[in-house]
């Protein structure tokens, strides 16, 4: 991941996760290597057994309610770039899990660590990917309970969570109708000038659109939001939108960045056929983009405006190409 931002002209500080002339983590044993992440951690990750410290951490869901499980790596030059500061990466890698949870209408539980890493990898830039982290845990309230360290291949560097949550009432992303409209928190696209990094998970807006009665379906636009909204619309069902409508981000320069940049980590959200979005109590803004109705064979996404299909607009973010 590059960031568009800074010009070829501009002098961009560098972060990488390699060493030159510091100290590499080959130089730590792995008991060694996990406590000082543990130190650094602090009081974000509890004692055994709900803590490190077990072959598994403990944990019991609020009672009535049922378990939430995702998981999201951050990698070294698909998700983070050396223009990127370590502890802003490591808040990255709980945030866009917590996405996740927001997308249920969930509350977060306690998480889990994995780090196949090379050698080579830089302790003190380590130390500092794990404050960022902590920092996130300790901003959600979300507990680090244990996890593992293993060794990669030199200049590698991945790391994934596992986040636990839990809700009385999961929101899927199945459920949309025909005639069901179509709603979106914040803004869309620009994410590869730093919004990547400094985005907040929708936690409270997913709680409380969990609890409204005309919610049909959610899911957060991570891939973009041509591709994430073709996981909202039933088989046969076509979009609807309203161009003009699409909020887009301040770092957004065009509405094809809205529809396919991605990293966003908005909910997308469909309503009961008919039903408007009543009483918002949020500052972040939610914006209705169009509706769901039946196909007449132009394609899946429609601009109401001229009635024509957004071919011109890919897919969003694919795995595995490019």
């Known amino acids: 991941m590059t960031d568009e931002a800074n010009s070829p002209s501009e002098e961009v500080e560098v972060f990488s996760p390699f060493t030159d002339s510091r100290t590499a983590i080959r130089e730590f044993g792995e008991i060694a290597l996990i406590e000082s992440i543990r130190e650094v951690l602090g009081e974000n990750s509890p004692a055994s057994p709900e803590g490190i ?89 979300v507990p680090l309970s244990g996890g593992d360290v293993a060794a990669g291949a030199p200049g590698t560097f991945v790391a994934t969570l596992t986040q636990t949550g839990s809700s009385a009432h999961p929101i899927t992303r199945e459920g949309a109708q025909i005639h069901s409209p179509i709603y979106v928190t914040g803004a869309l696209g620009g994410s590869l000038r730093g919004k990547h990094l400094h985005f907040l998970p929708r936690l409270a807006e997913g709680q409380w659109l969990a609890q409204q009665d005309n919610l049909c379906s959610m899911i957060d636009v991570s891939d973009g939001l041509a591709k994430d909204l073709l996981q909202l619309i039933p088989h046969g069902a076509q979009a609807n939108l309203e161009l003009d409508n699409i909020p887009l981000d301040q770092n957004a320069e065009t509405i094809e960045q809205a529809f396919c940049d991605g990293e966003d980590y908005e909910l997308l959200f469909t309503l009961a056929p008919g039903a408007e979005l009543q009483g918002w109590p949020f500052a972040t803004p939610c914006q209705k983009i169009g509706h769901i109705r039946n196909t007449r064979g132009q394609g899946t996404l429609i601009d109401i405006a001229s009635g024509k299909p957004l071919e011109f607009y890919h897919p969003g973010y694919e795995h595995f190409q490019g």
């Open 53 to 141: 410290g077990d072959d598994c951490a403990v944990w019991t869901p609020p009672p009535g309610e049922r378990v939430l499980l995702t998981t999201d790596p951050v990698i070294f030059g698909k998700h983070f770039s050396e223009n990127d500061a370590p502890e802003y990466v490591g808040g990255k890698l709980l945030k866009r899990n917590l996405s996740d949870i927001a997308a249920m209408g969930g509350n977060p539980g306690p998480a889990l660590l994995s780090l196949p890493m090379g050698p080579d990898v830089c302790h003190d830039w380590l130390r500092q990917f794990v404050y960022g982290l902590s920092m996130a845990c300790e901003q959600f309230g």
